[in-house]
């Protein structure tokens, strides 16, 4: 069908402001936060209500048309670029938390709700939604799921597969199905498992049943300043091993550093190798032990400063650095791209001398800003996309940190998916039976692959451009 025909069929479902279609307007879709590839999609859709989403697919469906749905475009792996799907689906207008159950500690949140709404939404009670993504304040709840998300507390809290309870989701034949629910254990396979962390390719799922942790009843939270990224690495290991679980444990490298004090003043110090904000929470009680072995792993690996938050000013400051610490690495290079891996956590200190070594190898400068907790590892690969060699040289770095990640018995995401940036290194992961039996599985739900196609399997990377000029998904 013409894309001006489908254009007016789509504004029947989803309102006369429910659809883009304009060249200028369509370019702020045409990547995520992976921005190494683009390509535009021919209409974007708006739909106001979960109803609407249903039946905007079941038209794409009986036109055998295939869409890729977006949250905030917050990704990192290019999830949301469309790939032989010339209509993208957003749920930005899907933004309603339609019931909260205090006493139950349950959430239902519509997917295009931003992650910091439901914990807002809930602080009064003493509530908290607990996968905290550093993208918080801007990526959903639909993102979320799809990503599998993980965040700084996900370390002692577990990621959002962990809070999840029940999804709704509309297949991609506009059929929708309900999964799971409000109670926990339900008999039969998981399906709200399989649907987390699916990248979008089983469907769209337009809400959610989210559950609610009780906050903690007090915090500590440190500073832990290390001459060497080396030495901090080493304690984290040494925080691990010695029993404690940290909420958090998080790593920041010199040149980290340098630009997240340039931009948020908040007195880091830029001389350092490397810092770990360490947070411990839970009742008061204890809390001061737990934090003088923490201190005592950090001394022994040669800590020269020791900063514990006095109050929650200083701790919302510390948190406030590291959660912005992406948006201040336009100060380093024009452009960046953010690698992401996981390992043992034990291997922390290999996989970031690793890091260190691709860089010299490819001549790109790296810095680390990362859950050191749960072994995921984020390097920051900086780099000016006008220079074609440069942008061959952080692909090639990319691979080298991913394979190094496996070598060590890791894999190549922690927390931001394959999307298209990664779909070529499944296979140092999964063998050639592995990604058929994905595939089949995948096909129960999509069987004609119309839901974000050419993502996650080693098919993905075509039509797609690499920071060239763009081109159009068509209809
Ligand atoms: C500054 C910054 C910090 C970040 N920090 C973290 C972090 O700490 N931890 C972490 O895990 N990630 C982090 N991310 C990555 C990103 O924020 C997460 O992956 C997030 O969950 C994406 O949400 P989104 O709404 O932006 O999704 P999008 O980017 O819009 O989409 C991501 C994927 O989900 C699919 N999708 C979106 N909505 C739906 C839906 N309703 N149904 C089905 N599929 C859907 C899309 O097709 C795509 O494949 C960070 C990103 C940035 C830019």
Not at 63 to 91: D, N
Not at 385 to 393: F, T
Request: charged share 25%.
């Amino acid at each position: 069908m013409p894309s001006g025909r489908l254009a007016t069929r789509l504004r029947a479902l989803a309102g006369d402001d429910g659809v883009v279609d304009h060249p200028d307007a369509l370019a702020v879709y045409e990547c995520d936060g992976y921005t190494l590839e683009r390509a535009t999609p021919e209409l974007v859709v708006l739909p106001r209500t979960p109803a609407a989403v249903a039946a905007v697919v079941r038209l794409l469906w009986d036109e055998q048309i295939a869409f890729v749905p977006r949250g905030a475009g917050t990704g990192l792996s290019g999830g949301t670029l469309p790939v032989h799907a010339p209509v993208m689906i957003c749920t930005s207008r899907l933004n309603r938390i339609e019931a909260i159950d205090r006493t139950n500690r349950r959430v239902v949140a519509q997917a295009g709700v931003v992650n910091q709404w439901v914990s807002n939404a809930v602080r009064d009670a003493g509530l908290h939604y607990a996968p905290d993504p550093s993208s918080q304040p801007a990526c959903t709840i639909g993102g979320n799921v799809a990503e599998n998300s993980g965040g700084p507390h996900t370390l002692k809290y577990g990621v959002t597969t962990n809070h999840v309870l029940g999804v709704e989701l509309v297949l991609p034949d506009g059929q929708v199905v309900t999964l799971g629910g409000p109670v926990e254990d339900r008999p039969g396979y998981d399906l709200v498992g399989l649907v987390v962390g699916s990248e979008g390719t089983f469907g769209l799922v337009t809400r959610a049943t989210l559950r609610l942790t009780r906050s903690p009843e007090d915090y500590r939270t440190l500073l832990a300043v290390f001459d060497s990224i080396d030495a901090a690495s080493e304690a984290v290991s040494g925080i691990i091993a010695s029993g404690v679980v940290p909420a958090a444990l998080e790593m920041m490298d010199r040149l980290i550093l340098g630009a997240v004090e340039a931009a948020y003043h908040v007195g880091l110090p830029t001389d350092a190798g490397a810092v770990l904000l360490v947070e411990l929470d839970g009742p008061a009680v204890g809390l001061d032990d737990q934090m003088a072995r923490v201190e005592r792993v950090c001394r022994g690996q040669g800590a020269r400063e020791l900063r514990l938050a006095r109050d929650d000013a200083e701790r919302a400051a510390l948190w406030k650095a590291r959660k912005r610490a992406f948006g201040a690495v336009g100060r380093l290079a024009p452009s960046y791209c953010t690698q992401d891996g996981v390992v043992p956590r034990t291997r922390v200190p290999d996989i970031v001398r690793a890091i260190a070594a691709a860089g010299e190898r490819h001549q790109i400068r790296i810095g680390n800003v990362f859950h050191a907790g749960d072994g995921n590892i984020h390097p920051i690969l900086l780099f000016d996309e006008r220079d074609p060699g440069e942008v061959e040289r952080v692909l090639a770095a990319g691979r080298d940190i991913l394979e190094a990640c496996v070598a060590l018995g890791g894999s190549i995401t922690g927390e931001h998916g394959i999307g298209v940036e990664k779909a070529a290194q499944m296979p140092l992961l999964f063998s050639p039976d592995d990604l058929l039996a994905m595939t089949r599985l995948r096909a129960v739900f999509d069987p004609a692959q119309r839901a974000n196609p050419h993502k996650i399997f080693p098919d993905a990377k075509v039509c797609v451009e690499t920071r060239t000029p763009r081109r159009r998904a068509a209809v």
